[in-house]
């Protein structure tokens, strides 16, 4: 009786904790102060963190349309193997994706095209920030990337969660550099 006891007060307390943070995740991006380029910006106080940029060669256009055109995404990201937009890609707009095993729901929170596009994601025990921002220099376009993770489990496996961050968005960078300079150089005009 004393082990049913104990493992239903740690039940309650994990559901507890994941209702919290729940709740923690929506209270941040209902409060959270737009700076000049993103309307959400990144959780400097999120358990995991991670920035990471690459430069593309090829011109703004081409990168821009690669990543934002997301219905695409499994065509060139390994990992992505389902995409569903629910509208045109613009501020407000919810999409739903399946990568690495996990489904993924989505809202893009910033699309400024060529220069910002930003969304936030919730799967099970974790909520995302994602901000991507572009810079071009002719045919060259700088592509800086941040991320942020909350949640249940981004804070029981803190250490977990920030390696597998910190690879996947450099995988993500190399993917869309990689895409991106293909697509340049089918282009006719080169």
Not at 81 to 108: C, H, M, P, Q, R
Not at 162 to 182: C, G, M, R, T, Y
Request: charged letters at 25%; proline letters at 3%.
């Amino acid at each position: 009786m004393k082990i049913f006891i104990i493992f239903a007060v740690l039940i309650i307390g994990f559901i507890i904790f994941y209702l919290y943070e729940a709740y923690s995740f929506d209270r941040y991006i209902k409060n959270s102060k737009s700076s000049y380029d993103m309307k959400i910006i990144i959780d400097k106080n999120a358990p995991v963190l991670s920035s990471n940029q690459v430069e593309i060669n090829a011109p703004i256009d081409v990168v821009w349309n690669k990543l934002t055109y997301i219905k695409d995404w499994t065509s060139w990201q390994k990992d992505v193997t389902k995409t569903i937009v629910y509208g045109n890609i613009a501020e407000e707009t919810n999409f739903d994706w399946k990568a690495n095993g996990l489904s993924f729901s989505s809202k893009i929170h910033t699309c400024v095209p060529k220069k910002y596009f930003g969304w936030t994601g919730k799967t099970f025990g974790a909520y995302a920030i994602h901000n991507w921002n572009f810079e071009s220099d002719g045919n060259k376009t700088t592509v800086k990337v941040e991320e942020c993770l909350r949640g249940i489990l981004p804070k029981l496996f803190k250490n977990y969660f920030q390696d597998n961050l910190d690879k996947s968005i450099v995988k993500n960078l190399n993917e869309l550099k990689i895409a991106s300079e293909q697509d340049y150089k089918a282009l006719p005009s080169n």
